[in-house]
């Protein structure tokens, strides 16, 4: 039963994940792209202002229970992760270096899908009783499609309960363990050190998550972009010559060359756009319900701070990883994953400093995803079975021995199901992307006009 099971989302995954999904994904960007008027490059200056500008700024005197930066860091924790570290590299080593121009036109056409989703998201956001400001897909297809639409919200919040406890909890405390085992630490004590680390944090909440995440998450980013850009500064003569490949390799084939196995157009576009993805979530309905909870009096002000997301993770972190794989020449040893990176900062830093700084940041990274999906996870479930203290502490109690597990166990089946379920979730939030694309536009020609913004009752 479980072999036909596995066998059954085998099949499944690869339609999920596969070339299909993968092109709607990057369709229903463009139509945001088109009808937002190019809103990542048009709107890239105020964009700036209205995050990296203010990133101290509290936060105008609205709704809410954190600052937009909080919000942003509890969503970028539960996005910049693995992905940025070793999907960049798994990308480059199946899809070749002509994968990173199609990664790179993943992230410039997902800030346009991350920045509906947030004005979505923000702006049919409800007060729960019992905990936070509510919202994410499950809270816009209800109230903005309309009740007869619920079925597809349950679906949704339904994948996303689920596939939580496997990528954002099991598959993260895995790494975790992983990366601490390289430094002599068994993994039952990594797995009850983070039990504490998580417990102590997401007991406490979004606000406490936040508190966490406005830390880690610039620390975290912070120490593997001084790596990465060493190794890219070390490297740099070789620059023109990376630039040139990626483009040449986009747009034709790549033959085998040392462990490189050579791959062809298609591969590179699958890979590169698949992996770009994977890392940024654009897409997912994933982030708004962190950015939700942020105090604004805007919903297209929060909006920026998901452009601001993605263009830091995909087009920042993840081409840094990607230009110092290819300066250093090691995609070409056969490598993949985590290995792969920690190869190319091994040739300036040496093999201990090297691996431990890609180590030390993909545990940090693995932590905020750990704690960003419990949210995830918690507010899904309270969508399903309302009572909101009570599903909320009940599935933070259900997360805590997970992440032990976790630890201390392989349990790809269940990560690969969990991998289907993540997937799962962008079906119904791409059908309200595109359903309420018309509200987008409104809203965002509002708040560029100034018009006063009425945000809508707990009962409309």
């Known amino acids: 039963m479980i072999e036909l099971l596995l066998e059954f989302n085998t099949k499944v995954n690869a339609v999920v994940w596969g070339f299909p999904m993968i092109a709607t994904l990057i369709g229903v960007g463009l139509f945001i792209t088109i009808r937002t008027k190019f809103i990542q490059i048009s709107k890239f200056g105020p964009m700036c202002r209205e995050t990296f500008g203010k990133i101290f700024y509290r936060g105008p005197r609205a709704e809410g229970d954190i600052t937009p930066f909080q919000a942003m860091t509890v969503a970028m924790g539960g996005t910049v992760g693995v992905?940025?570290?070793?999907?960049?590299?798994?990308?480059?080593?199946?899809?070749?270096?002509?994968?990173?121009?199609?990664?790179?036109?993943?992230?410039?056409?997902?800030?346009?899908?991350?920045?509906?989703?947030?004005?979505?998201?923000?702006?049919?956001?409800?007060?729960?009783?019992?905990?936070?400001?509510m919202g994410g897909a499950m809270m816009y297809i209800t109230r903005g499609m309309g009740k007869n639409?619920?079925?597809?919200?349950?679906?949704?919040?339904?994948?996303?309960?689920?596939?939580?406890?496997?990528?954002?909890?099991?598959?993260?405390?895995?790494?975790?363990?992983?990366?601490?085992?390289?430094?002599?630490?068994?993994?039952?004590?990594?797995g009850l050190a983070l039990v504490v680390a998580v417990g102590l944090v997401t007991i406490g909440g979004i606000k406490r998550i936040a508190?966490?995440?406005?830390?880690?998450?610039?620390?975290?980013?912070?120490?593997?972009?001084?790596?990465?850009?060493?190794?890219?500064?070390?490297?740099?003569?070789?620059?023109?010559?990376v630039i040139s490949l990626i483009v040449k390799s986009a747009f034709t084939p790549v033959a085998a060359t040392g462990g490189f196995a050579g791959v062809g157009v298609m591969m590179a576009i699958r890979y590169g756009i698949a992996r770009g993805v994977f890392s940024n979530e654009a897409g997912l309905g994933s982030a708004p319900m962190a950015h939700a909870t942020a105090k604004t009096d805007h919903p297209v002000r929060q909006g920026m701070w998901g452009i601001f997301e993605v263009f830091v993770d995909t087009i920042v972190v993840c081409m840094a990883t990607a230009f110092a794989i290819l300066l250093t020449g090691v995609w070409t040893s056969g490598q993949t994953g985590s290995?792969?990176?920690?190869?190319?900062?091994?040739?300036?830093?040496?093999?201990?400093?090297?691996?431990?700084?890609?180590v030390l940041s993909m545990i940090l990274t693995a932590y905020d995803t750990n704690l960003a999906w419990c949210f995830y996870g918690e507010t899904c479930s309270t969508f399903i079975f309302g009572h909101g203290k009570i599903v909320r502490m009940s599935y933070r109690l259900i997360w805590l021995p997970l992440t032990l597990l976790g630890a201390v166990g392989e349990h790809k089946a269940i990560w690969n199901i969990a991998d289907t379920l993540n997937g799962l979730m962008a079906l119904p939030n791409l059908i309200a992307l595109v359903v309420l694309s018309g509200v987008i536009v409104k809203l965002m020609k509002g708040f560029f006009a100034n018009e006063p913004y009425v945000p809508l009752k707990d009962n409309e």
């Not at 899908?113 to 956001?125: C, D, I, M, N, P």
């Not at 639409?149 to 996303?160: E, N, P, R, V, Y």
């Open 339 to 358: 290995q792969l990176t920690m190869l190319a900062f091994s040739q300036t830093f040496g093999d201990t400093l090297g691996f431990g700084l890609v």
């Open 211 to 241: 508190q966490v995440a406005m830390v880690f998450v610039p620390f975290m980013c912070g120490l593997y972009m001084l790596g990465a850009l060493t190794v890219i500064a070390v490297n740099i003569a070789n620059l023109p010559a």
């Open 83 to 133: 992905g940025n570290i070793a999907g960049v590299a798994t990308a480059i080593a199946l899809g070749g270096p002509g994968a990173i121009f199609w990664m790179f036109v993943s992230g410039v056409i997902g800030m346009a899908t991350k920045f509906a989703e947030v004005v979505l998201g923000v702006h049919y956001r409800v007060r729960d009783p019992e905990g936070p400001m």
């Open 149 to 190: 639409w619920k079925w597809l919200a349950i679906l949704f919040s339904l994948f996303g309960a689920l596939a939580a406890f496997g990528i954002g909890n099991m598959v993260q405390s895995h790494e975790v363990a992983a990366g601490a085992e390289q430094f002599g630490i068994p993994r039952w004590i990594s």
